[in-house]
């Protein structure tokens, strides 16, 4: 998110320089038949490394650390004008400085009695979508502050979840039976879920974390009040001295800024920690303090959920006819557009059909069309209107004329608004989709829709049991299968005013429709307000507004509908649409990249309503939440070299007959004693029942035990025995990888391609830190377009073939072609300095410039710091420093690299180049990869070397381990390997890259690795 401070420090720091112990949870697993998304896995990762930050440096007292985060906050834009608008409380006239200066420390230093914003500083938010699977982040973020809890890294305190209503805490529940059940087994305890009234009485029990069974509190937010009456509680009751980590799932509305209810969460919170989950947050501090944001926009964007459509004719005058003009204009104007919404919906389900018989790689929804409406049970009300339009079309009472209208009147649509929501350079789809929907028959709509070939009469069905719900069907139909559910609050006031001269059939069944619905033969559902809640279906493709979102103000329902109706599925377990997913897999599907624009049909949600200005109005809020934008620059091109340039790649050892050697395992010294106390003293029967091992891993563990295979350290302390015991086992068991083979460079290397900037909205009154405005955004772009084109020098292609024509031409005279060749380079190292282009945007200085021998071309280098508004360049000190280096180094008549008949390099990304890597086991973790900041390709003769270079290996300390992972793979006897392949002989070297030697001398063995950045002629001399 743009204006997030908590993303600048997320980005800065990034997961990677988490510590290990930090990181002891599984973020893949849910339970035992439920992976993480990515996008669930990467709010979980941004949440810990905010937590790192805030409680990590030391355990210090919650006052000293609030400060000190506040001034990492300040360092990442949280200025003193944002402090002041939205963390302190100044107003000694509010509400809110009234509840809190009783629990706060009040600055008496300043002119007016402050709460200073540091003391607020204490909290998270969770900006996703309603649909996007946030409850099972809640759940995950709970097992994760018990685990940093109980491995001393988090402060104990109780925990507390708060949510708006019933169904919600219902909803927890459910997914806490769910992770339970895996938890149990896997880890050995599980949580118990207690109403905030309990607390007292577990306390004067014990530890909460007794018997495995750990206690999460919960209440009902609206519920929290300063007094205690029938199921309200008084929140000064339950302050718990703010001991409390407080999560709020849409638990924080209130009327405004003074909302009594914000000020009791705080209060709660104020010696722990707030997390606050919403799809719609309105306040600036929720906003400021986002670790991941996943709103319906961004959720869309990133490719998870469905294309949005919103259409601009409307479900206008959808109201009771007159009663002596049954087919006035109004009448034709409804019978019109609700033959709009059903005919856009067969096109749909006919794509789906199609789909299936070209393809069984797919596993899309079954579409759904959602009719959401105001009113239900009255006479003539909303769904009652829409159910007579239904009959009428069942009954072949529809005029012609209207439903062709109907017809251009979508053709039309998209023609004149051919624009999805959030997605600006998306259209809807080609001139095709028009003349194929012009084709419809009302005889498809029954087929696919009503699940009839004939025209025929309605039929109505209810479980008496059930007070909810009605399913129609057609008496012609296939069966009598249902293609209708209405599912609405109380269903006896419909069925009374609405359906008198029906006969009701009754059926008794111990299902309900909307239970099974995913798997069912209904098409349409029609309902209330009631259950847009906490449904999870990949099912609509079509949602209709019926009189309701009339208005801006019923953003929160529109967007939570909407959420609803966004999920996609296109194969089992993935949630992003079909061309996300494929640009992320190795291998090319062309017959399903041949079916992309079908697949697009299914992959959209299309909106109807009665006000489409008012929904457009509502979608914009979002856009306007995002004050900037990325634009990617595409501005940058692979060199075009003949030289095939080669890259390892690895395979799993086998595991048979084969004894795997790994390093010792490095742990704590305190951890150690607890070990080997705990292993002198316990029986193996009880590590077999109390860690939940089998018997191979208790006599792994004592293998190593005895043969004492650890390194031990200060460093990385977990604390207690079980956590000990998991990583240790969990390192032993790592499956470790060895050479595969050497493959040509295709598209592995492919930042270059995502480079971003970020943009600023024209006309916004405020920039961050983290944009440049629009008018510089252009500008970048015509210097990149300059350095690229300029005339008068020689592109980096160029330099391999010039060489090679002055090999030809004066091969047979060794004196006139070293002439030649240091001609050749001079003029070289001239016209490449000329390429140069220094650039100041926000004070901040990059430089542009056409790099000797790079992969690609232009180069963008910050000048001596990262820069927050442009991802991935060279914007790291110790790679700055080596490009630097290295620049001048080449620029030397008798540099070293003159050696070789040709060399190139690059940079390597270590977001977007993950295969460009070594894999090493990391004596914490297990199994890691290596990934280096750059790769040269150097050959002379037939003797080709790959070369790793990492500029920052003394500040990881794990850097042993890395260079013992590349030594496994390609020395032999301290020497690199040679690999005879094809008429070449490789070997892959590493070196790490210091300003200093000093710095490594407690690494004697492997001191042949290191060299000092400004003698770089030390790296390529050995090769």
């Not at 077999?688 to 089998?694: A, E, I, M």
């Not at 015991?725 to 492919?750: G, M, S």
Request: glycine share 4%; charged share 30%; net charge neutral.
């Amino acid at each position: 998110m743009n204006n997030s401070i908590y993303y600048k420090i997320i980005e800065s720091v990034g997961f990677d320089n988490v510590p290990s112990e930090w990181k002891i949870i599984d973020f893949d697993n849910f339970s035992r038949g439920k992976k993480m998304y990515d996008y669930q896995k990467e709010a979980l990762k941004n949440a810990l490394l905010i937590l790192y930050k805030y409680y990590g440096v030391s355990r210090l007292d919650t006052e000293v650390e609030k400060q000190n985060f506040l001034k990492l906050l300040s360092l990442n834009g949280l200025d003193s004008a944002l402090q002041h608008r939205h963390f302190s409380y100044t107003d000694i006239k509010s509400k809110a400085y009234a509840i809190l200066r009783d629990y706060y420390k009040v600055d008496s230093v300043q002119s007016k009695p402050d709460l200073p914003a540091y003391q607020f500083v204490n909290r998270m938010s969770f900006w996703m979508a309603t649909g996007s699977g946030k409850s099972i982040v809640l759940v995950k973020l709970i097992d994760m502050l018990y685990n940093l809890m109980r491995t001393d890294k988090l402060p104990e305190k109780d925990i507390l979840f708060l949510t708006l209503r019933p169904d919600l805490i219902s909803q927890l529940k459910a997914q806490f039976q769910e992770f339970n059940e895996f938890a149990r087994i896997e880890y050995g305890y599980e949580f118990v879920l207690r109403e905030i009234k309990e607390v007292f009485k577990q306390k004067a029990q014990g530890d909460i974390f007794r018997n495995n069974q750990i206690n999460i509190y919960y209440y009902r937010s609206d519920l929290v009040e300063d007094i205690s009456k029938e199921n309200k509680i008084n929140f000064k009751d339950y302050e718990n001295d703010g001991n409390w980590f407080v999560i709020l799932d849409e638990a924080h509305k209130g009327e405004s800024d003074e909302s009594k209810r914000k000020q009791y969460y705080n209060i709660w919170s104020r010696n722990g920690f707030l997390f606050n989950f919403s799809a719609t947050f309105t306040d600036e501090i929720d906003k400021l303090t986002t670790a991941y944001n996943l709103n319906l926009a961004a959720y869309i964007r990133k490719g998870f959920g469905k294309h949005l459509y919103l259409f601009q004719e409307e479900f206008k005058d959808f109201k009771a006819s007159k009663k002596d003009e049954k087919l006035d204009f109004e009448e034709i104007q409804k019978e019109k557009i609700v033959l709009m919404s059903l005919i856009q919906f067969t096109y749909i389900l006919k794509k789906a059909a199609g789909l299936k018989l070209k393809t069984d790689k797919l596993k899309y929804h079954q579409p759904l069309m959602v009719t959401l409406v105001n009113s239900v049970s009255k006479k003539e009300s909303d769904l009652d209107l829409f159910f007579q339009q239904l009959k009428k079309i069942i009954a072949n009472q529809i005029d012609s004329k209207v439903f062709e209208e109907a017809k251009k009147s979508l053709s039309h649509n998209f023609y004149e608004d051919n624009k999805l929501q959030f997605e600006e350079n998306e259209k809807v789809f080609d001139y095709l989709v028009n003349l194929e929907i012009e084709n419809i028959t009302l005889k498809e709509v029954l087929f696919y829709v009503f699940n009839t070939q004939e025209f025929g009469d309605l039929e109505v069905r209810r479980n008496p049991k059930n007070k909810q719900e009605l399913s129609l069907s057609v008496k012609s139909g296939d069966a009598g299968l249902p293609f209708a559910l209405i599912k609405i609050g109380e269903i006896d006031g419909f069925i009374k005013n609405n359906l008198s001269a029906y006969s009701i059939q009754e059926a008794f069944v111990n299902e309900t429709y909307f239970e099974k619905i995913d798997n069912s033969s209904v098409n349409i559902l029609l309902g209330s307000r009631s259950f847009y809640e906490g449904w999870d279906s990949t099912r609509p493709n079509v949602i209709n507004f019926v009189n309701i979102g009339t208005q801006s103000d019923a953003k929160k329902f529109i967007l939570q509908s909407l959420g609803r109706g966004i999920r996609i599925e296109p194969q089992k377990n993935q949630r992003k649409r079909l061309v996300h997913l494929l640009n992320e897999k190795d291998e090319t599907f062309e017959e399903l990249m041949a079916l992309k624009e079908d697949c697009k049909i299914i992959e959209t949600l299309y909106v109807f309503g009665t006000n489409a200005k008012a929904i457009q109005s509502v979608l914009e809020t979002l856009e306007n939440e995002e004050p900037e934008k990325e634009y990617q620059l595409s501005l940058f091109e692979k060199i075009n070299t003949q030289q095939t340039l080669f890259i390892p790649t690895y395979k799993d050892v086998p595991q048979k007959g084969k004894n795997i050697q790994r390093n010792r395992y490095q742990i704590n010294v305190d951890d150690y004693e607890m070990l080997n106390n705990y292993l002198s003293e316990v029986e193996d029967i009880n590590l077999l029942f109390q860690f939940n091992l089998k018997y191979e891993d208790i006599k792994l563990l004592r293998i190593k035990y005895e043969q004492n295979n650890f390194t031990k350290s200060k460093e990385n302390k977990l604390g207690r025995i079980d956590i000990i015991i998991r990583h240790l086992l969990n390192y032993y068991h790592t499956i470790p990888q060895e050479f595969d083979a050497f493959i040509a460079l295709t598209d592995e290397i492919k930042h270059y391609q995502s480079i971003k900037v970020r943009v600023a909205k024209e006309g916004a009154k405020e920039i961050s830190r983290a944009a440049i405005t629009f008018q510089e955004y252009e500008r970048l772009q015509k210097d990149i377009s300059k350095v690229k084109y300029k005339k008068n020098v020689t592109n980096p292609l160029d330099i391999v073939s010039q060489v090679n024509d002055l090999q030809v031409r004066y091969g047979n005279d060794p004196m006139k072609l070293l002439e030649e060749m240091g001609k050749l380079k001079d003029t070289m190292a001239d016209k490449n300095e000329k390429s140069i282009s220094f650039k100041n945007y926000r004070d901040e200085s990059i430089c542009i410039k056409n790099l000797l021998n790079h992969y690609y071309y232009p180069t963008i280098i910050s000048e001596s710091e990262k820069i927050s508004w442009l991802k991935h360049i060279i914007d790291t000190q110790s790679e700055i420093d080596f490009v630097n280096h290295l620049e001048k180094h080449t620029q030397q008549k008798d540099n070293v690299l003159n050696r070789f008949d040709w060399w190139f390099f690059c940079k390597i990304d270590h977001t977007l180049d993950k295969k460009i890597y070594i894999p090493y086991i990391d004596a914490k973790v297990g199994k890691r990869d290596f990934l280096p900041d750059f790769v040269f390709w150097l050959q002379k003769g037939n003797r080709y070397h790959i070369l790793y270079i990492d500029p920052k290996g003394t500040r990881d300390s794990g850097y042993l381990d890395k260079i013992k992972g590349y030594a496994d793979l390609f020395e032999e006897n301290n020497q690199p390997k040679i690999f005879k392949f094809d008429d070449k002989q490789i070997s892959v070297h590493l070196r790490l890259i210091t300003n200093d030697l000093a710095n490594v001398s407690d690494a004697i063995s492997y001191k042949r690795f290191w060299a000092e950045v400004d003698k770089l002629e030390s790296i390529f001399n050995d090769l």
